[in-house]
């Protein structure tokens, strides 16, 4: 079956970075498209940024220049690098992909920064 499992996430101060992994199974990898979702206590999760099977990459304007997305085919992982943190990111991150049709999610990894 399919799995996703996010790494990285933790505490860290406004300003600083982190990176995020994400750990995919039962799934072709080299050829999905994967993605980073977060949310914030309160609010609707939105889309942070994604990666096409061939490493284009997209991003949400409130993460554009600060956010990194890349992929490593050959371990099955996804990685979100995110620098110059605010506390407004503070979120669960998650990673998401689909197969045949169906989304699938990771449990997702707590990012909070702190002022």
């Known amino acids: 079956q399919v799995q996703l499992v996010e790494s990285g996430g933790g505490l860290v101060q406004a300003g600083g970075s982190l990176r995020l992994s994400c750990a995919a199974s039962?799934?072709?990898?080299?050829?999905?498209?994967m993605g980073w979702y977060r949310q914030a206590p309160g609010k609707q999760r939105e889309l942070v940024a994604a990666?096409?099977?061939?490493?284009?990459?997209n991003y949400a304007d409130s993460v554009k220049g600060r956010a990194t997305i890349s992929r490593d085919n050959a371990k099955n992982t996804v990685y979100l690098q995110m620098n110059s943190l605010k506390p407004e990111d503070t979120a669960v991150y998650s990673c998401?992909?689909?197969?045949?049709?169906?989304?699938?999610w990771g449990k997702g990894t707590l990012v909070t920064v702190s002022s």
């Open positions: 990666i096409t099977s061939g490493g284009l990459p």
């Open positions: 039962g799934i072709i990898f080299s050829t999905n498209v």
């Open positions: 998401t992909t689909t197969k045949n049709g169906i989304n699938y």
